[in-house]
């Protein structure tokens, strides 16, 4: 196909949608990496073609600078656009990063999305020296990209069992981050000050890992600035005080919301199906979507795996 990238210069609220073009069959998340711009409406605006990536564009996030990223974790590709609608060279980081946040510092903490020796059938990706495909840990690089500390966290079982850091996000304090392995029984924290495990937010200890039929899992957590966690769970929205206490569970259409972000209207979030094709706009006061899209890959075609809303510089979302 012709790939011709007619990315816009960002504008306050553009969305931004992971949605790589599947076209290989013979690899079910391969295909010509697409990053879909839409106006705070909704109404199409542009669209990246990302060069140096062959798989999903998942995890993505606009840094406090303004700068998209974005993540191709098979192949260890992290994009970047600029706030003027333009990939900057993409970095190759040698590791399977899907999840980025930033220190006070404007360090990054990137999580490790793989782990284990075997990906999951139907797709692939490159293996690490040491034989795996990652380690599952948290890495802190300088804004220059230059390593600067590894945090040895741990990760949960969960039936793929390929899977680590899938999904992130930093508390507004700095002090900590909540994280996820994709549809596992635990919301997962670490101390970024003292360098340690914490006690998890959530979890469903008495479920069996393993067992598919049951869907009390969690998959994206997202801090609003107030302190207050959104996680995406099998069939909706959840919102959590900081004490771990359920405010909220607001029902989506459909299993599969694997992305979640706080609108520039923290009233809002914006969430995406990636086994539905759905992108939508929640009132989390009233617990209802207020307006939707279909981007048009549904499973077993699925690729809707990145999700971003430019809020200007100086903020993270």
């Not at 899938?166 to 970024?192: C, K, Q, V």
């Not at 998959?219 to 966690?229: E, S, T, V």
């Not at 086994?275 to 009132?283: K, L």
Request: overall charge negative; glycine content about 12%; aromatic content about 12%.
């Amino acid at each position: 196909m012709l790939k011709t990238s007619t990315m816009k210069p960002f504008a306050v609220g553009d969305i931004f949608l992971g949605c790589t073009y599947l076209n290989n069959p013979d690899d079910d998340h391969m295909g010509d990496g697409r990053i879909l711009q839409f106006d705070k409406d909704w109404r199409p605006k542009g669209t990246l073609y990302t060069e140096g990536t062959r798989y999903f564009i998942v995890g993505c996030k606009m840094g406090p600078d303004g700068t998209l990223w974005g993540f191709d974790c098979h192949d260890h590709i992290a994009v970047r656009v600029s706030p003027d609608g333009k990939q900057i060279d993409a970095w190759d980081s040698g590791r399977s990063f899907g999840s980025i946040n930033w220190d006070s510092g404007g360090n990054l903490l990137l999580g490790e999305y793989f782990i284990g020796t075997q990906i999951w059938k139907g797709t692939s990706a490159k293996f690490l020296d040491n034989g795996t495909l990652g380690d599952g840990n948290l890495y802190r690089y300088s804004p220059a990209l230059e390593w600067l500390e590894t945090y040895e966290v741990e990760t949960a079982v969960e039936p793929t069992m390929f899977k680590g850091v899938t999904h992130s996000s930093i508390h507004p304090s700095g002090d900590f981050i909540t994280y996820t392995t994709e549809t596992a029984r635990r919301l997962m924290r670490y101390d970024l000050r003292n360098k340690q495990q914490m006690p998890d937010l959530d979890g469903y200890p008495d479920a069996d890992p393993m067992d598919r039929t049951d869907k009390r899992w969690f998959i994206a957590p997202a801090y609003l600035p107030d302190g207050r966690l959104l996680c995406t769970v099998a069939e909706g929205l959840r919102i959590y005080d900081e004490a771990g206490q359920t405010l909220k569970d607001i029902p989506l259409p459909g299993y599969g919301w694997a992305q979640v972000c706080p609108d520039v209207d923290t009233r809002h979030a914006l969430a995406a199906n990636v086994w539905t094709g759905m992108a939508a706009r929640i009132d989390l006061n009233g617990g209802v979507i207020t307006e939707s899209i279909d981007v048009g890959f549904t499973a077993p075609h699925r690729s809707l795996a990145g999700l971003a809303v430019y809020s200007g510089e100086g903020s993270q979302a």
